[in-house]
Nanobody, 112 residues
Framework: QVQLVESGGGLVQAGGSLRLSCAAS????????RGWYRQAPGNQRELVAA???????NYADSVKGRFTIFRDNAKNTVYLQMNSLKPEDTAVYYCGADGLPWGQGTQVTVSS
């Protein structure tokens, strides 16, 4: 069974950095991972950063200039580099892919 597996979250102080990874386990084929989302307690899940198969990217206004999404096609993995983290970035981060259910997510907590 193919599953999305997110990793790389943790606790970091404001101004710090984290790199999240998303891979599709159990698949012998390329999976179109389309982006990163996040959900904070009491909030709806929101798109943080998107990437097309051709490498074009798009970002939520709140993370522009701080976050970078990129993919490693050889590893079938999509990353989210997060710099200058703010307490309001605290959330569970998920990656999304065509035809696959959400993974378990990875918790990012930014302390002030």
């Amino acid at each position: 069974q193919v599953q999305l597996v997110e990793s790389g979250g943790g606790l970091v102080q404001a101004g710090g950095s984290l790199r999240l990874s998303c891979a599709a386990s159990g698949s012998r084929f390329s999976i179109n991972i389309r982006g990163w989302y996040r959900q904070a307690p009491g909030n709806q899940r929101e798109l943080v950063a998107a990437i097309t198969s051709g490498g074009s990217t798009n970002y939520a206004d709140s993370v522009k200039g701080r976050f970078t999404i990129f993919r490693d096609n050889a590893k079938n993995t999509v990353y989210l580099q997060m710099n200058s983290l703010k307490p309001e970035d605290t959330a569970v981060y998920y990656c999304g892919a065509d035809g696959l259910p959400w993974g378990q997510g990875t918790q990012v907590t930014v302390s002030s």
